[in-house]
Nanobody, 129 residues
């Protein structure tokens, strides 16, 4: 089955850290750019990070830059999102997408979409004391 699955979410305290994983099965994740998105009920989905098919190119939203780091692990067929210095407004459902990037950062809009895309089901991240 061709799919990506997110893991690593949960509850963190303000200032804390979490690492999300986007694990692919049935295809090689390295063949795709991968984006991380988040969404709060009632709000638009927001792209927070993207990693190009060919590293080291990475993009971050203004809210993520300096706090979040996106990386690949080809051996694990996965992409990670390391989130540090978490804030309550980081609370959201986080999704990864193979073949899709769409974010605003540094005054620019970066978007890339492959014909074939794989979206995960999402995972909840809650930042609260």
């Amino acid at each position: 089955q061709l799919q990506v699955v997110e893991s690593g979410g949960g509850l963190a305290q303000p200032g804390g850290s979490l690492r999300l994983a986007c694990s692919a099965s049935g295809f090689t994740l390295r063949d795709y750019p991968v984006g991380w998105f988040r969404q709060v009920p009632g709000k638009r989905r927001e792209g927070v990070a993207c990693i190009a098919r060919n590293e080291p190119t990475k993009w971050y939203s203004d809210s993520a830059k300096g706090r979040f780091t996106i990386s690949r692990d080809d051996a694990a067929n996965a992409v990670y999102l390391e989130m540090n210095d978490l804030r309550p407004d980081d609370t959201a459902n986080y999704f990864c997408a193979a073949g899709r990037c769409d974010l605003y950062g540094g005054g620019f809009h970066y978007e890339q979409q492959y014909h074939t895309r794989f979206w995960g089901q999402g995972i909840q991240v809650t930042v609260s004391s």
